[in-house]
């Protein structure tokens, strides 16, 4: 088969290992990719939102399967040109991909179908947005309602963060059009995790449990990132849990996508905080998380391939996805001033050695090469990851390896895991 990647992570980058392992694979294409996924797939210089140039690929080279990584071109609608050219795509259409697009879709979606999620208002401007704000006390949670690359959710803990979220907001335009309407809702504390599932359009076929760390500081302090960490299993959930999730949150989105004639195919991803009264959903992504996926993927015992496949043709059945019995984790390997002004241009040094820890894979996200030699060209740069027979030992592999990878700026969370190998009960 030919397959085509769009997308330019960590998680497209883990994607191509995986397919590559399967026999089924004759041809892999990524667009754009980067220097580490050259040695999977062929790279084709397309941006992951040109859709047009895309489908005229995939026409053209006849291409049978394309996987998208990220939500822009979801969002852009790149399902619904490939399907209008009878190609076939695993993903989700553009008005399920809403779901992701807009967070006032998302939460007023969560109010028709039950999906328990926080109270919140919708404010179109700096007064409501106080007003609001006020109604729920301090911190409380502000997001911009289009995307952002995971950067749009502020958390002010006072009146002088609120000020300044406000002011990014409203008055800097620093998110544009994706803020024209805010979100504003009720901080909920507890443990987050993330809970995946692919879906045809009818059945639900769960991932394994995975967690994601978003914060930039370790102790959960600083801005939201797109993350900073992942580790599968997630170490929070029982099997019964992970049951009553699928219940309780997955299987009535989905039912309520198709409902709303909005039929889902693809990853739905629930970003969900475990409070004390139950889970709450915090958002949907319509995609494999990212460094999430990284972990998920390094843990799956099945080829990728012939489910992707009778996913994009609306074919589970009865599918049930085997990971192994181990864990994963996956560190991302930043530059300094991420998320707001990485340090670019860097040289990247010691990914051999990196390499070398056994059960380590290191997986590209903003490299590129210059002159010959591998620099940073974005903030998330590399992935280190590692598996190991449990948590703990994964991290240890992770860390060494990571300790390998040099340049200036280079910047990682110290204390991924950390609080979950702390806590008694981890379980799945
Ligand atoms: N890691 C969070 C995300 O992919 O949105």
């Known amino acids: 088969m030919k397959v085509l990647i769009v997308g330019a992570g960590g998680r497209e980058h883990a994607l191509a290992w995986k397919l590559r392992q399967s026999p ?80 006032v879709f998302a939460k007023e979606f969560m109010g028709r179908h039950g999906v328990p999620t926080a109270p919140f208002e919708i404010a179109h401007d700096a007064a409501q947005a106080r007003k ?6 301090f911190p409380v949670v502000i997001k911009a309602d289009g995307l952002a690359q995971g950067k749009g959710v502020l958390i002010p803990t ?50 394994a449990t995975s967690k994601d760390y978003k914060r930039i500081g370790e102790g959960d302090s600083g801005p939201n990132t797109g993350g900073m960490g992942a580790h599968s299993p997630s170490g929070l ?56 996926a990284q972990t998920l993927l390094l843990r799956m015992e099945d080829d990728l391939l012939p489910i992707l496949v009778a996913g994009a043709a609306g074919d589970f059945g009865a599918l049930r996805l085997r990971f192994r019995k181990e864990a994963a984790v996956c560190l991302v390997l930043a530059s300094a001033g991420y ?24 997986f590209h996200a903003g490299t590129a090469l210059r002159d010959g030699d591998l620099v ?10 590692a598996t ?22 280079k910047v990682l969370r110290r204390d991924i895991g950390k609080r979950v190998l702390e806590m008694a009960a981890a379980v799945e």
Not at 77 to 102: K, N, Y
Request: proline share 6%; aromatic share 6%.
């Open 24 to 103: 089924l694979l004759e041809e892999l294409y990524c667009a754009p990719g980067n220097p580490g996924i050259a040695e999977y797939a062929d790279l084709v210089p397309i941006p992951v939102d040109e859709i047009t140039r895309l489908a005229d690929f995939a026409v053209d080279l006849k291409v049978d399967l394309t996987i998208v990584g990220p939500e822009l071109p979801l969002v852009l609608g790149v399902v619904d040109e490939f399907r209008s050219r009878g190609l076939a795509i695993f993903g989700p259409q553009r008005r399920a991909a809403e779901l992701e697009g807009s967070k």
């Open 132 to 137: 609001a704000a006020a109604r729920f006390g």
């Open 158 to 207: 006072n009146a002088d963060e609120l000020d300044a979220a406000i002011a990014m907001l409203f008055e800097e335009r620093r998110f544009g059009a994706s803020a024209d309407r805010v979100l504003v809702e009720r901080f909920e504390t507890g443990e987050e995790l993330s809970f995946m599932a692919l879906s045809d359009g009818e059945h639900v076929v769960p991932l």
């Open 237 to 292: 959930l029982s099997a019964d849990d992970a049951a009553a999730l699928l219940e309780k949150v997955v299987r009535p989105t989905i039912a309520g996508l198709k409902e709303e004639n909005r039929t889902f195919v693809g990853v739905i991803y629930a970003g969900l905080m475990m409070t004390s009264d139950g889970p709450k959903v915090l958002e949907f992504n319509v995609r494999l998380g990212d460094p999430e």
């Open 339 to 362: 998320p707001d002004k990485p340090v670019k241009g860097e040289l990247i040094s010691g990914l051999e050695a990196a390499r070398a820890v056994p059960g380590a894979h290191v």
């Open 376 to 385: 940073v060209s974005g903030g998330r740069v590399l992935n280190v990851c």
């Open 388 to 409: 190991g027979p449990n948590l703990r030992e994964a991290l240890r592999s992770a860390y060494t390896s990571a300790a390998e990878v040099q340049w200036p700026s």
